[in-house]
C-alpha cells in the first residue's frame, strides 16, 4: 500500500511539475489578446482600478500633510470651475 501511495504522489508531483512547466511556455507566448479573451473586461478594469487606488493610496500616505492640504485645495477649486462652467 505504501509504495501505491509513493508512486502515486510521484505522479502527482511529476504531473504539477509538466503542467507548470507548459503553461510557464505558454504565457512566454501569450499576447495581449490572449489576455483580453481570457479575462472579462469589467474584471480587467476592476484590477486597474484597484492597483491605481493602492498606488494612489501608498503615494498619499508617503506625503507631508502640508502637500496633502494642497492636494485637498486643488481638487475643491478644480471641482468649483468645473460646476460653474455647466
Known sequence: M???NSHEDKRAQDMEL???NLANQ???KATIAD???AIP???MVQLVQKQAIEKAKKTINELPQE???QIV???KKN???NSSDQ
Open 35 to 37: 489576455a483580453f479573451s
Open 67 to 69: 502637500d496633502v492640504d
Open 18 to 20: 509538466v503542467i507548470s
Open 2 to 4: 505504501t509504495t501505491l
Open 41 to 43: 473586461l469589467d474584471t
Open 79 to 81: 471641482a468649483e470651475t
Open 26 to 28: 505558454l504565457l512566454s
Open 73 to 75: 485645495q486643488q481638487i
